[in-house]
């Protein structure tokens, strides 16, 4: 005898066959009859075909469409609720949420611990997966996408709320509005790409969580913290972030941050630091990334201290370093970085400066304390203007940074090749026709 779930799976495949074409939702054959009559901790595998949701999933459960099953929200509420603890989603197409952004509707939504949602496709959905005070579930390999709607509009493609020690793994993000971490600990965040939204990742009060090996492209902002202490960011590719708020990672109150072996490229900022450390008696460590060809290489807000730079590589940013606001960014630490604009020797040998790199800001200071003054940054008037101060300066320039040991050479870790290759081909329609990785290899082997 059969499992019980296969007498309802043969319904709902008879009235499909009675049906053929596209149904609508309403005459669609429900899934959740599939759900209801399958066991425990059983495995359901129902024929493939399109099947109305929404759903909720209530028990432990393994639901494998074997990437040829549709469930149809129906345009309302959420397609699938997973109740329970335990339970598996796999190689499911997901479409057609609701559209309130205060319910969170979603393809998913996970209100339990111990789920997987694995290998599945999410298309026109507001929110993709939403986790609230949910613990040990597993978001990977998906493909999320919104609806076709304006960025400000959309919903998130991963929202983590109040939940703990989960992990968002490999997964494939367009057009969709942010991915969100929220009061959330101890997730890791890993091997995701993201193209075509607004946030990649913004965390807020979230604390100790890992994020890694990411390739965010084409989004308004790649990573920010707010308010966001004891996260680590390594190994991640994070590029094209344009447009007035464009950052490729920033911070906001955020203490005892690592920030490791990182590529922030052509973007219109790529660090941008406000009051951070925050905590007293903490630093921030930003050691061995690549930050390069963005308009302004690393930004702060104002005068603040406790973040230390090393072995880091600048190169080819329109403005190294600014602080907004008056003042230098001399209480910070700086040893050991890479500039491509220092005119030092190295005449012992040893592969660092024999003298310091010192970064002055002459009439360039403009555009940094009076807002106004930035809409004609890089303009030949002010170009002009910063010329002669440096050629027969007026007032003594301001020392914005000292670098006591300037790297000679241009060394950078990163990812492997054949993984670079790999993420710059999956995701180039967030920068049509522009091979960037490839631009920036060739140039630094040329140096």
Same mark, same amino acid.
């Given at each position: 005898?059969?499992?019980?779930?296969?007498?309802?799976?043969?319904?709902?495949? #008879?009235?499909?066959?009675?049906?053929?074409?596209?149904?609508?939702?309403?005459?669609?054959?429900?899934?959740?009859?599939?759900?209801?009559?399958?066991?425990?901790?059983?495995?359901?595998?129902?024929?493939?075909?399109?099947?109305?949701? &929404?759903?909720?999933?209530?028990?432990?459960?393994?639901?494998?469409?074997?990437?040829?099953?549709?469930?149809?929200?129906?345009?309302?509420?959420?397609?699938?609720?997973?109740?329970?603890?335990?339970?598996?989603?796999?190689?499911?197409? @997901?479409?057609?949420?609701?559209?309130?952004?205060?319910?969170?509707?979603?393809?998913?939504?996970?209100?339990?611990?111990?789920?997987?949602?694995?290998?599945?496709?999410?298309?026109?959905?507001?929110?993709?997966?939403?986790? !609230?005070?949910?613990?040990?579930?597993?978001?990977?390999?998906?493909?999320?996408?919104?609806?076709?709607?304006?960025?400000?509009?959309?919903?998130?493609?991963?929202?983590?709320?109040?939940?703990?020690?989960?992990?968002?793994?490999?997964?494939?993000?367009?057009?969709?509005?942010?991915?969100?971490?929220?009061?959330?600990?101890?997730?890791?965040?890993?091997?995701?790409?993201?193209?075509?939204?607004?946030?990649?990742?913004?965390?807020?009060?979230? !604390?100790?969580?890992?994020?890694? *090996?990411?390739?965010?492209?084409?989004?308004?902002?790649?990573?920010?913290?707010?308010?966001?202490?004891?996260?680590?960011?390594?190994? *991640?590719?994070?590029?094209?972030?344009?447009?007035?708020?464009?950052?490729?990672?920033?911070?906001?109150? #955020?203490?005892?941050?690592?920030?490791?072996?990182?590529?922030? @490229?052509?973007?219109?900022?790529?660090?941008?630091?406000?009051?951070?450390?925050?905590?007293?008696?903490?630093?921030?460590?930003?050691?061995?990334?690549?930050?390069?060809?963005?308009?302004?290489?690393?930004?702060?807000?104002?005068?603040?201290?406790?973040?230390?730079?090393?072995?880091?590589?600048?190169?080819?940013?329109?403005? !190294?370093? =600014?602080?907004?606001?008056?003042?230098?960014?001399?209480? *910070?630490?700086? =040893?050991?970085?890479?500039?491509?604009?220092?005119?030092?020797?190295?005449?012992?040998?040893?592969?660092?400066?024999?003298?310091?790199?010192?970064?002055? =800001?002459?009439?360039?200071?403009?555009?940094?304390?009076?807002?106004?003054?930035?809409?004609?940054?890089? #303009? &030949?008037?002010?170009?002009?203007?910063?010329?002669?101060?440096?050629? =027969?300066?007026?007032?003594?320039?301001?020392?914005? @940074?000292?670098?006591?040991?300037?790297?000679? !050479?241009?060394?950078?870790?990163?990812?492997?090749?054949?993984?670079?290759?790999?993420?710059?081909?999956?995701?180039?329609?967030?920068?049509?026709?522009?091979?960037?990785?490839?631009?920036?290899?060739?140039?630094?082997?040329?140096?």
């Amino acid at each position: 005898m059969g499992a019980p779930w296969q007498g309802a799976a043969a319904a709902a495949l #008879t009235l499909a066959t009675l049906f053929p074409g596209e149904l609508r939702a309403d005459v669609l054959p429900p899934f959740q009859a599939l759900v209801d009559a399958a066991a425990v901790d059983s495995t359901l595998k129902p024929p493939a075909g399109r099947y109305a949701g &929404p759903l909720i999933v209530d028990k432990p459960l393994i639901i494998d469409g074997g990437n040829g099953v549709t469930i149809d929200g129906g345009g309302k509420g959420s397609v699938v609720v997973l109740k329970t603890d335990g339970a598996t989603l796999r190689s499911l197409r @997901l479409v057609n949420s609701g559209n309130s952004h205060n319910d969170i509707d979603a393809a998913v939504q996970v209100r339990g611990n111990f789920n997987h949602v694995i290998d599945n496709e999410i298309v026109d959905c507001l929110f993709g997966v939403d986790l !609230q005070q949910s613990e040990f579930n597993v978001v990977r390999g998906n493909r999320i996408r919104s609806k076709d709607v304006d960025l400000g509009v959309r919903g998130d493609a991963i929202r983590l709320w109040y939940s703990f020690d989960n992990r968002v793994e490999d997964n494939v993000i367009s057009r969709s509005r942010d991915v969100v971490v929220w009061y959330s600990k101890n997730n890791i965040i890993s091997g995701n790409r993201s193209s075509g939204g607004r946030y990649s990742l913004h965390f807020m009060y979230s !604390q100790y969580n890992l994020v890694e *090996n990411n390739d965010f492209r084409g989004n308004s902002v790649g990573i920010f913290l707010m308010y966001s202490d004891s996260v680590t960011i390594r190994g *991640n590719h994070i590029s094209h972030a344009v447009g007035a708020a464009g950052v490729g990672i920033g911070f906001k109150e #955020t203490s005892d941050v690592d920030i490791i072996d990182n590529e922030i @490229l052509y973007s219109a900022t790529g660090l941008h630091l406000d009051v951070s450390p925050y905590q007293p008696d903490t630093t921030n460590r930003v050691r061995g990334n690549l930050i390069a060809y963005n308009g302004i290489g690393i930004q702060f807000l104002n005068d603040w201290k406790g973040n230390v730079f090393s072995d880091n590589l600048l190169k080819g940013n329109l403005t !190294q370093v =600014a602080v907004l606001g008056g003042d230098t960014a001399r209480r *910070n630490d700086w =040893a050991g970085n890479y500039w491509d604009d220092y005119a030092g020797f190295d005449r012992d040998g040893d592969g660092l400066g024999d003298t310091p790199y010192d970064k002055y =800001a002459y009439a360039d200071r403009l555009w940094m304390d009076v807002p106004s003054a930035r809409f004609f940054k890089g #303009t &030949p008037m002010l170009e002009v203007l910063d010329f002669l101060e440096r050629l =027969a300066p007026f007032s003594a320039p301001a020392l914005l @940074l000292r670098d006591e040991k300037p790297l000679m !050479q241009a060394a950078f870790r990163g990812q492997p090749d054949d993984e670079r290759r790999e993420a710059d081909s999956a995701v180039k329609e967030a920068a049509p026709g522009e091979n960037a990785l490839e631009q920036l290899r060739r140039s630094l082997e040329r140096d």
